[in-house]
């Protein structure tokens, strides 16, 4: 019989370890420079924003189920695909599903990087990133973590679902 007792993922440190986690992916994989932000200078940044991108990433063990969403400019995802495939500026331009699949993938090693770290006993099922185009980041998950990735604002939203609605709301 296993002891092991679930994961706390959501706790008082939980914004702390998401914002270390995005450091840590943006800047070691994209060679970004991600600073805090709060709510406040994010919606003045958000507000010059014209399209964004809203990629999330759903995780699961037991009765664990929860997403976390990563909502950037589209413009930052084109050039954080530039920074993580070492595109020249001179080469053609990403197909639009190129830049779709990074945000997914930057979405991706941003959930593991936080997961991997909060809880270290676990092995959760990730499952493939949905990218939607969105209009304004909506701000009512459990915990959100604004950020500036290279000057830019990005947002990141987790939510824990119970697993019996979990497919209900597609998150």
Known sequence: M???????????????AILTAVQTVAER??????????ERGFDERAAAVPRWLAATVRFEEGPVVG????????????????????RDPSDPAPSRD??????GEFSNMACGAWLSRS???????????VVEPERQPALAD??????EVNGLPVAVFVRLLQPQTAGADGA
């Open 2 to 16: 296993c002891s092991r007792t679930l994961p706390d993922l959501i706790g008082p440190g939980t914004p702390d």
């Open 29 to 38: 994989s994209f060679f970004a420079l991600v600073e805090p932000c709060d």
């Open 142 to 147: 459990l915990v959100r973590v604004f950020v």
């Open 98 to 103: 190129q830049v779709l699949d990074l945000a």
């Open 119 to 129: 809880a270290t006993e676990w092995t959760f099922r990730l499952s493939p990133p």
């Open 67 to 86: 997403s976390m969403s990563c909502v950037l400019p589209e413009d930052l995802a084109y050039a954080l695909f530039d920074a993580f495939s070492g």
